[in-house]
């Protein structure tokens, strides 16, 4: 199953980015996860951003390379808004960590020194809110492919799948525009 | 079969919008709607110097000013941003592990609005593409790899 989810891209994007917005959405409610939960899903936030970005590595530079010869393209777009989201998320993972309370990461940094973390942390949340809206937006085409293929594929009787994931190539290629 | 294959994507579209639609009428039958974008001026706020407290002129008032002040778990207080749903980003969630299912319209919420900024991309997509289709000039197809 692991093995089979790792030889396909599309299939290990979406569910990874399945979980970040779950992750995402639960996270941002503090009330809701409680301060510990908070604070451990942040966590695991930050690293399966970290595990997004080197998936979509090749992207990046290849963006980042020829950023200024099309500059109307939609991929422009969607690199600004990503490296916004990435600003933001990153903003929002650190100080998040500079000011927790639960998971015993002592930084050595003076919370109390009047520099505005915890406001800072609120605002990039909130931000990231919006940012992350219109990232997900952007994809839905894909989204809705890529669902409709691995999440809601129905062996019903007399009708022919359109996806069969064993037969998947071991190593496609990114075939997607999700940066 | 490509013209059955995108009228199913706009049908597929329009029963999302409508699900949307319901859903936020639901959302702000029970309170939890709100608008995100208050947060906008108050980062300019922040990045101009001024610390953004409504109405503050810049100066943190006693107390936490209009909103609900949250105490968490260091003491330190904050605004709500007007309009905000209780709770969002608010460090008053306590040491606790245990879900507070009472929090949870606004988890609700957080879908919705990325449901809802992805129904406006959908509606706008489409003008936009026939436009941008109709304007484009030919060129060779892009490779990527």
Redesign the interface.
């Known amino acids: 199953m692991a093995r089979n989810l790792l030889s396909n891209r599309n299939k290990l994007n979406l569910f990874l980015d399945l979980a970040l ?1 779950v992750i ?3 996270e ?11 604070e451990l899903f942040g966590l695991a936030f930050g690293l399966i951003i970290l595990v997004h970005l080197v998936l979509h590595w090749r ?1 990046i530079v ?1 963006i980042t390379k020829t950023f200024f010869r099309s500059l109307l ?1 939609q991929s422009r777009l969607n690199y600004v808004l990503n490296l916004a989201l990435f600003l933001d998320a990153a903003t929002m993972v650190l100080t998040g960590i500079v ?1 927790s ?2 998971l015993g990461l002592n930084l050595g940094i003076d ?2 020194s009047g520099f ?1 973390w ?6 990039s ?3 990231s ?2 940012i ?3 990232h ?3 994809h ?1 085409k894909w989204i ?1 492919t890529q669902a409709k293929k691995y999440l809601f594929t129905f062996n019903l009787p007399g009708h022919r799948t359109t996806t069969n994931p064993v037969s998947q190539p071991a190593n496609p ?2 075939t997607s525009s999700e940066g | 079969m490509t013209q059955t294959r995108s009228t199913r994507r706009v049908i597929g579209s329009i029963i999302f919008i409508i699900i949307v639609v319901i859903s936020g009428v639901a959302l702000a039958a029970n309170g939890n709607l709100s608008n995100p974008f208050t947060v906008i001026p108050e980062i300019s706020a922040l990045v101009s110097g001024t610390v953004g407290f409504p109405g503050a002129g810049g100066e943190r008032p006693e107390g936490g000013g209009e909103g609900r002040p949250a105490m968490g778990p260091s003491g330190g207080e904050r605004t709500r941003p007007e309009g905000r749903p209780e709770g969002f980003g608010e460090r008053d969630g306590g040491n606790d592990t245990t879900i507070q299912w009472s929090a949870f319209g606004g988890v609700l919420f957080n879908v919705w609005f990325i449901a809802a900024v992805t129904a406006v991309i959908m509606i706008v997509s489409y003008p936009l593409g026939f436009v941008v289709k109709r304007l484009r000039r030919p060129r060779p197809a892009l490779t990527t790899s």
Do not use: D, Q, Y
């Open positions: 917005v995402f959405v639960c941002s409610e503090m009330r809701f996860t409680g301060l510990r939960n908070h992207w290849t393209h000011i309370h639960t919370t109390h505005p915890e406001r800072i942390h609120i605002l949340a909130e931000l809110l919006i992350v809206a219109l997900v937006g952007i839905w809705a290629a990114i």
